[in-house]
């Protein structure tokens, strides 16, 4: 193969152990691809090259050795909310500015164990915070999915269509690309667009309340949340951590079960990780879903919600029956609240954890005339509006007087959230099947989200109700829309069942087949 | 419930943020959007429901108390602003 950017994970893998490639080639490949690329996409904020080259050569000496761990020499992307030592770690925040941690998180750590190689760090929604990427302090990624048009072309016979196809009446069709910019999704927008262009062969991501399945579904992507617990929180950026699991996007349902079994493990350091040995997760996939019973919630068919994503839902039941497994109707009932309760627990614990940014231990320093108006002064340079924002109603809804009003109702709402996930599974549902967003990718700076930042929250209104669960969740793309956009479904698990996941999912993705945008950058 | 500017105001300052006038009248049209948006939770009945503490049913793991750490000052201020001697340097606090 020419391209070495093009082979999926478990290919480069057999490819670097029979030393038919090396790991500084594909290496080198991919620190190519992203400097031509990155202009166009802005998926990357920092560019480690010398890093990677420098990992890619030690892994190349274990290589050639017979040695190595499962991911020796396979270049990945890291989201710039995962604490890298001694390289650029801001959570895409002006107030990180020049932040160098002096550790490196257990999950980065688990990687380069495993003998992956560091291309560099992705962008994101400011501390995580987004669903378009449009909230980075180092501007908005570009999702390489641009729409398209379909037309029919009458061309004479002979004529050689380039991409199309000559049929026997002369005419072609050829699908032509709109201009217009779309988003990735977020917050794992630098993640899910690297992936998609092929400037990384996975990347590393988190997801608080849909920020890795998001982004997956509108790149074309596969990307799972696993279960609370699976994957160490330990020097990541904290958002709201109740809610906040790292989890791969790949390019496919095999790589993101290579990568998930790497990057999770049993931590001392963080203490909701979960004693439960990682099971491998690559052995799911190809087992057959024969008498799986899977779950489909009447909840999930929203209001004006495109007659695609019911259409693609209606195939994806059709997928897993053809299959052999049982569809039965499921409700859960309380997903409707999922959402709004989100936006009080998680602006909450944001407002709690993002108290450390003062201008005094890392980061940025606007000076005041007392200490106070440091800090204040600090905050408001450092934050954007949308971080602001979340800490404000964070503040609000845990000042005196309102906190049985707002924070504990969310709680509360919360239970019963995750007791309708329990009692569909205690029925015997294995998994539950649903759209993993209410739409494609949209438009970079789209009018309506930004008059109304509810707008954009609703994004997140079929992978939200998982996060305040804690339940493990899958995005797998699943088709294009009539616009030629990548549209993905979602599967949900038991807990701690994520190798159902892998293996339902493999099932959706033997039928709908990968997705790769046109390239256009 | 809804907030008015001067609640804005004294949330901003409880955040420690600093907010000009343009921004504390921005920002109440934004946090009543989001408040008239989780106002619907009070539909739930939530009579006899315990909040969530924990999504996953463990108890939570404890340490040996013993020092596993330290040692690593120069670590700890490397990133910050403004050092001395290992110290954090901040605006005068005490008159």
Redesign the interface.
């Known amino acids: 193969m020419s391209d070495l950017t093009q082979l999926t994970i478990s290919q480069a893998r057999a490819k670097l152990r029979s030393r038919e490639i090396t790991a500084t080639e594909i290496t080198e490949a991919y620190l190519s691809a992203i400097e031509r690329a990155n202009p166009a996409l802005n998926a990357y904020v920092v560019v480690t090259d010398d890093r990677a080259r420098d990992m890619a050569k030690a892994s190349d000496a274990k290589l050639a050795k017979g040695e190595g761990g499962s991911l020796e020499g396979i270049p990945l992307g890291i989201k710039d909310l995962f604490g890298t030592e001694g390289v650029h770690t801001q959570a895409c925040s002006h107030v990180l500015d020049g932040f160098k941690p002096r550790y490196e998180s257990t999950i980065t750590a688990n990687l380069w164990a495993d003998g992956a190689v560091m291309l560099g760090k992705l962008n994101m929604d400011e501390f995580a915070m987004g669903s378009s990427n449009e909230t980075s302090y180092y501007g908005p990624v570009i999702n390489p999915w641009r729409r398209s048009r379909l037309d029919t072309v009458v061309m004479p016979t002979t004529h050689q269509g380039e991409g199309g196809f000559v049929s026997a009446g002369g005419t072609r069709t050829a699908r032509t690309l709109d201009n217009a910019q779309l988003v990735p999704g977020g917050s794992s927008g630098g993640s899910a667009s690297a992936v998609s262009a092929f400037l990384c062969a996975g990347a590393t991501a988190t997801d608080t309340g849909g920020s890795i399945r998001q982004p997956a579904a509108f790149t074309g992507t596969v990307g799972i949340k696993p279960t609370y617990g699976r994957c160490s929180r330990w020097g990541i950026v904290a958002f709201a951590s109740s809610l906040d699991q790292a989890g791969p996007i790949a390019r496919d349902v095999r790589d993101a079960a290579i990568l998930l079994k790497s990057m999770a493990s049993v931590d001392p350091k963080d203490t909701t990780s979960v004693d439960l040995p990682v099971p491998d997760y690559e052995a799911a996939i190809g087992r057959p879903i024969k008498g799986m019973k899977v779950g489909i919630p009447k909840e999930y068919r929203v209001d004006d919600m495109p007659a695609e994503i019911e259409a693609l839902w209606q195939k994806g039941i059709a997928w897993l029956r053809d299959a052999g497994a049982e569809i039965v109707d499921i409700s859960l009932p309380h997903t409707k609240y999922a959402l709004p309760a989100y936006y009080i627990v998680a602006p909450a614990e944001a407002s709690s954890n993002l108290a450390r940014y003062d201008g005094v231990r890392y980061g940025l320093r606007v000076p005041g005339k007392d200490i106070v108006d440091m800090y204040e002064n600090t905050r408001a340079a450092g934050f954007g509006r949308e971080v602001k924002r979340r800490i404000m109603i964070g503040t609000y809804v845990l000042s005196a007087g309102y906190y049985d009003a707002y924070y504990l109702q969310a709680q509360k709402v919360r239970t019963l959230i995750k007791r309708d996930f329990e009692n569909v599974f205690a029925a015997g549902v294995d998994v539950i099947l649903t759209p993993a967003t209410p739409s494609a990718a949209f438009g970079i700076a789209d009018e309506d989200m930004a008059a109304d930042p509810v707008k954009m929250y609703l994004n997140d209104i079929f992978t939200v109700t998982v996060n305040m669960a804690g339940l493990p969740g899958i995005a797998v793309p699943a088709g294009l829309d009539a616009k030629g956009l990548p549209l993905g479904l979602q599967l949900i698990g038991r807990p701690f069942d994520e190798e159902t996941l892998f293996q339902t999912a493999h099932v959706i993705e033997q039928a709908a087949g990968t997705l790769q945008p046109e390239k256009w950058w | ?1 809804s ?1 008015d500017i001067k ?2 105001k004294r ?9 000009s006038e343009e921004d504390a009248e921005r ?1 109440t049209g ?2 009543n ?3 008239g ?6 539909e ?1 009945d ?1 009579s006899g ?8 049913p ?1 108890a ?4 040996q108390d013993g020092v596993t750490d330290g040692g ?1 000052a120069a ?8 050092t001395e001697e290992n110290f ?1 340097l ?4 005490v008159e």
């Open positions: 419930m907030v609640t804005v949330v901003a300052h409880l955040a420690r943020i600093a907010v920002m934004e946090l959007a989001i408040l948006f989780v106002e619907q939770l009070n739930v939530v429901v315990e909040p969530m503490t924990s999504v996953t463990m939570m793991k404890k340490r690593k670590d700890i201020v490397a990133n910050a602003p403004a954090f901040v605006p005068k606090v």
